[in-house]
């Protein structure tokens, strides 16, 4: 990541909940990678974060589904929704730590990547990304890097 992203610091935060910003959450708040453009490099801090990445193995995590109709977009397995209340869980608490308008995640599943931008009006996600064939995942590395 260094190589097109050394301003950003990609922390493996899956064992280490935020305790400081997400104590009254009912539940621990530790997404696998936290990504900081502050030099953080251990942990979870919801309220420095500036991106959250998720990381699923198998597709019967994903979240969202093409549209070939007009049905929704959102899976509706268990472990689909569960993924998808797991990610706005934490961008909730991002959101609420911040103050800001609006935040960005990144759902990693298998070979596939999804960009989110979350705000008070919903989401955006983005078709999936085949981040070994397509530089969609880095171009976004680096423009989080530019504006941080």
């Not at 909940?17 to 696998?32: A, E």
């Not at 453009?37 to 420095?48: I, P, R, V």
């Not at 934490?90 to 960009?115: E, G, M, N, W």
């Amino acid at each position: 990541m260094n190589t097109f992203a050394s301003g950003l610091s990609f922390v493996d935060s899956h064992l280490y909940p935020d305790t400081n910003n997400c104590k009254k959450f009912p539940f621990q708040v530790k997404p696998d990678v936290c990504i900081y453009s502050d030099g953080t490099s251990a942990g979870c801090n919801m309220a420095t974060t500036e991106v959250v990445v998720e990381f699923k193995w198998s597709q019967t995590h994903d979240a969202f589904r093409e549209r070939d109709d007009r049905a929704s977009f959102i899976s509706q397995t268990k472990k689909d929704i569960d993924t998808l209340g797991q990610i706005t869980s934490y961008t909730a608490a991002q959101l609420t730590a911040q103050y800001c308008t609006h935040a960005f995640s990144v759902l990693i599943i298998q070979d596939q990547a999804r960009i989110i931008r979350w705000d008070s009006e919903g989401a955006v996600v983005t078709s999936p990304i085949c981040y070994n064939t397509e530089p969609h995942l880095a171009d976004f590395f680096i423009i989080t890097q530019s504006i941080s």
